[in-house]
């Protein structure tokens, strides 16, 4: 049977500093969500039941927050998770392009994970970036200013990273 997620002391320490910074108990939710992800490495039901619980939200109020935002980990995606800006100037500069050949590399359609669970493929809304259209992020970091043929390298560094160990 899995295990119950918890957090450590310290990761505890850290959610009770966020308590103490916000008005209300359901205020915190965001950065305690961000919290659990990087104590869990993903947020599936168990990571968000053990928040709701903690914070005494209902698990559908959570459910609800870690789905509508894009930039939550959530179980089963892929070692890197490539996240392709869709909004208007990376629209008008290329972003379909660049998602249809992830999706011609890797064989995913947006929403998708590959077989061998190192992508994971989704269009997301404006990342901030919109003056280094067309973009995508990949976990935690951003691709700017992307052509096609920098798409082709930056999926062939991945595979070598994940070959080597490397942390994604
Ligand atoms: S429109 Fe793509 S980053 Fe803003």
């Given at each position: 049977m899995a295990q119950t997620p918890s957090f450590s002391r310290e990761a505890m320490k850290q959610y009770k500093w966020f308590l103490s910074r916000y008005?209300?108990?359901?205020?915190?939710?965001l950065p305690t969500l961000r919290l659990a992800e990087q104590q869990f490495g993903e947020l599936g039901v168990a990571e968000m039941r053990y928040v709701a619980d903690l914070m005494k939200i209902s698990p559908a109020a959570v459910f609800g927050v870690v789905t509508f935002y894009t930039h939550y980990r959530r179980a089963g995606t892929g070692k890197f998770h490539l996240q392709v800006c869709s909004t208007l100037s990376c629209a008008l500069r290329g972003s379909e392009d660049v998602v249809t050949r992830i999706s011609e590399r890797l064989g995913i359609s947006p929403g998708e994970t590959s077989e061998c669970g190192l992508f994971s493929l989704s269009k997301v809304e404006c990342l901030g970036s919109c003056d280094t259209a067309p973009m995508l992020q990949c976990n935690d970091d951003y691709h700017e200013g992307l052509t096609l043929e920098d798409v082709d390298q930056l999926i062939e560094q991945l595979r070598s990273e994940a070959s080597q160990g490397v942390n994604g």
């Open positions: 008005p209300t108990r359901r205020a915190a939710l």
